[in-house]
């Protein structure tokens, strides 16, 4: 049962997720969290606004909580452990708190670090991110060539599965690109509601930021394989990686690949919504995906799991 974990990033957080956690887990996410944050966890997922949750300096502590929290029942329900892990941007820091590389509470103060760094980041620039419909990366790459050529800055910032490719930049950056991709072989550009041009040099602000957090921290080895963003392969040097991670492109697609041919046959979603499944199916379509984005599920999961 050669198996992998994967955690969602921002952008899946919704009001009320993980209730089921949260009653199951007051000891993680109640007031030791809230010792971490300043702020209670509870508190802005059952009973906060959209708008305040999906702040990025909320939205990542968020949802590395109830994901982590859900890592844990799910791996008391399953005797196996995974040959590897990775996660989608955020989704990394939880991956590899999983895998036993930092403890819960290590890991929240350094997605809040980093949430902060990357909201502070975001409120300096003008700035985006925007989906290309209909492209791949060749095509992706020469828009933001042709953009940069001209003195604009617009960088390949996501490779999430084929056909779904996310560019970062400044905001006429982005309009630009809405008015002139279908010029460069883009179906649609589709701009998205986020607080900045993550993953693009944009962030070179918040990366030395988050450098400065990571230096304190000790990590220890893996338990398995975390595949890294940056270099769709296993982690070697943890805190260079995570501070590389935000000013580079997330290789998810590559990282999927790469984990399909260390011999991964299932991989399952862990966390709130099924991101990184959907991602899954369509870059490695041989692969079995399932879903765990709440409690209930993880008996089936696990069922399926002893019988592949």
Request: with cysteine; net charge negative; proline share 4%.
């Amino acid at each position: 049962m050669n198996y992998a974990v994967l955690f969602p990033g921002q952008g899946s957080q919704t009001i009320g997720m993980g209730a089921d956690v949260f009653a199951q887990r007051p000891d993680l996410l109640g007031a030791a969290a809230e010792q971490t944050l300043g702020w209670s966890l509870e508190r802005l997922v059952a009973s906060g606004s959209e708008e305040e949750l999906t702040r990025t300096d909320r939205a990542q502590p968020a949802l590395y909580g109830v994901a982590y929290a859900l890592w844990e029942a799910f791996s008391a329900a399953v005797s196996t452990p995974p040959i590897a892990a990775a996660g989608h941007s955020l989704g990394e820091y939880t991956a590899l708190a999983a895998a036993g590389a930092m403890d819960f509470q290590t890991g929240l103060g350094l997605v809040a670090a980093r949430g902060t760094a990357m909201q502070r980041c975001a409120e300096q620039a003008d700035s985006g991110m925007a989906a290309l419909l209909g492209a791949d990366l060749a095509t992706a790459e020469a828009l933001c060539d042709a953009r940069r050529e001209s003195g604009g800055e617009l960088w390949v910032a996501n490779i999430n599965a084929p056909g779904q490719v996310v560019v970062a930049g400044g905001a006429e950056d982005i309009h630009w690109a809405v008015e002139h991709g279908r010029d460069h072989g883009v179906r649609r550009v589709i701009p998205l509601k986020v607080a900045g041009a993550f993953h693009s040099p944009f962030m070179a602000a918040a990366s030395q930021e988050l450098g400065a957090a990571l230096a304190g921290v000790t990590f220890a080895t893996p338990a398995f394989d975390v595949f890294a963003n940056v270099t769709a392969a296993p982690v070697n040097d943890i805190r260079s990686n995570l501070a590389d991670q935000l000013v580079n492109q997330v290789r998810f697609s590559e990282t999927l690949l790469a984990m399909a041919d260390a011999g991964v046959g299932t991989f399952v979603h862990i966390g709130p919504g099924d991101v990184t499944a959907t991602m899954a199916r369509r870059t490695v379509k041989q692969a079995s995906v399932l879903v765990v984005s709440e409690i209930d599920d993880i008996a089936a999961v696990a069922e399926e799991l002893t019988v592949q």
